[in-house]
């Protein structure tokens, strides 16, 4: 979008939009003529060069090759954010000029009546500059002067973008005020705005690129552990008989790739920050190190806090973006003991410690069908089976490994069942229901409140046939 034999669409703006769209009057040839010569003249930004910055109210750009840079603070720019705004002012078009005598009648003061919304665009040969003057009351166009060489014109423009407004009928439309607040807005940006917070933008052109392979994470909650995305292994290894969450290796990787501040501070003091809540150690496959350090405090302000070994800069992160550094080593492990099959056979034990046997299908119809003797004199609740495997497929709060003597596990008791070779007793224990596999010697949590997602009454799966 930037190139230059694409001769910088940046010029679209130029005299709001190079392919200006003028309307005149039919006054004949001569004075089409006329008005094409004024044109020219205005527009004669061909031979200008390439665009090396943009001077605003409030912003202040400067270029290098591709990427833009704020020229106080040298930051880069966010190019998404750099794209909208070209954009909107792209869709600016000059509809008709002001003679000199309309503006001596009533003054320049008339139709610009605020010096500071103005806009200039500097190129290697000269410049452009831009003052947004009043809307029209009849309509949606507005003036604006244009100042090239020394001369100035007042014109009257529009907004042909799509129109962020919505309407009650068709004369509210045409006198919308819309689009010319939004590019009032534009007018009164601040560098802030365009800042590109980025945390790993100058550490990879693109972050699809992005290859860490091993993460070092220290929370103020969790012992310090790691992850190695080479290997797709943490340390701690998860207890044997859990598997890796690979859905959430990836969310975890591309979502950090990602990460930018809501905005950055620079310069800053380093010594006011305060209350270290995360620290990432992370080494890409490119053996290069980064130190990612996430702070509650910084002087008098409390939110989310990021430094970088990358920059200088003190990124702001939204609460959302934050909790990327709170992750816990079981996030990344399948916290559950769940049928793999879509068929088999389940086995419920409950205080009667007779043995109850029913097929599973869990397919596109979820179907149960008695198999032993004891089970085809009932008729079988499919919804109740259902809640259970249900609660089984869900991924448990945390895993612990078994502490307590089998005999312990089967005091406690509430629900035995079998399947795939699997044996796992039910317990309850302070608002957890917790599945045991005696054999694996874990323990998998799952936090249900005062009341459970399943049922423990036999009663409720098999109803006596009379």
């Not at 699809?208 to 797709?232: A, D, G, L, Q």
């Not at 591309?254 to 080494?283: A, C, D, H, N, W």
């Not at 980064?290 to 939204?318: H, P």
Request: proline residues 3%.
């Amino acid at each position: 979008m930037f190139k230059k034999n694409k001769n910088k669409w940046l010029f679209l703006f130029l005299a709001i939009a190079i392919s200006l769209t003028y309307w005149f009057e039919e006054r004949g040839n001569s004075n089409a003529l006329k008005l094409e010569q004024v044109r020219s003249q205005i527009l004669n930004s061909e031979n200008l060069g390439e665009l090396v910055g943009v001077k605003g109210l409030k912003i202040d750009f400067i270029k290098r090759g591709e990427i833009y840079f704020s020229r106080d603070k040298e930051i880069q720019l966010s190019k998404d954010r750099l794209d909208e705004f070209f954009k909107i002012l792209s869709g600016v078009k000059v509809k008709s000029f002001l003679s000199e005598a309309d503006v001596l009648k009533v003054g320049r003061a008339f139709y610009i009546p605020d010096d500071a919304l103005k806009m200039t665009f500097q190129f290697e040969k000269g410049e452009i500059t831009f003052s947004l003057g009043k809307k029209l009351e009849f309509d949606q166009t507005f003036y604006m002067e244009i100042t090239q060489n020394g001369q100035k014109r007042i014109v009257v423009a529009n907004d042909d973008s799509p129109d962020p407004g919505t309407y009650k009928s068709d004369k509210e439309y045409r006198v919308s005020g819309a689009k010319y607040n939004r590019l009032s807005m534009i007018f009164m940006l601040t560098n802030l705005y365009f800042y590109d917070s980025r945390v790993f933008r100058d550490l990879y052109t693109d972050e699809k690129n992005i290859n860490f392979e091993e993460i070092t994470i220290s929370t103020f909650r969790n012992k310090k552990y790691s992850i190695n995305f080479k290997s797709t292994t943490t340390n701690p290894a998860p207890p044997k008989g859990i598997a890796y969450f690979e859905e959430n290796w990836l969310s975890f990787h591309s979502s950090l790739t990602k990460l930018q501040g809501r905005t950055v501070i620079t310069p800053y003091e380093p010594s006011v920050l305060s209350e270290i809540l995360s620290q990432f150690e992370i080494k890409d496959r490119n053996n290069r190190h980064i130190t990612l350090t996430l702070y509650k405090v910084f002087g008098e302000q409390k939110g989310y806090f990021l430094t970088s070994s990358l920059d200088k800069l003190l990124y702001v992160l939204k609460p959302e973006d934050a909790q990327f550094f709170f992750v816990n080593v079981q996030d990344f492990w399948k916290k559950n003991i769940s049928p793999e099959g879509r068929e088999y056979t389940l086995g419920l034990t409950f205080f009667n410690h007779l043995l109850d046997q029913v097929k599973i299908t869990d397919k596109e119809l979820f179907k149960v069908e008695p198999i032993n003797a004891i089970t085809t004199k009932t008729t079988l609740k499919t919804l109740e089976f259902k809640k259970l495997i249900d609660f089984l497929k869900m991924t448990g709060d945390n895993v612990t490994v078994m502490t307590e003597s089998p005999s312990e596990i089967l005091r406690k008791n509430i629900l035995r069942l079998n399947f795939e070779n699997k044996v796992l007793s039910v317990i309850l224990e302070d608002n957890d229901a917790i599945l045991v596999d005696m054999d694996l010697k874990i323990k998998i949590h799952h936090y249900v409140g005062a009341t459970l997602p399943f049922s423990i009454k036999r009663a409720d799966y098999f109803e006596e046939k009379k």
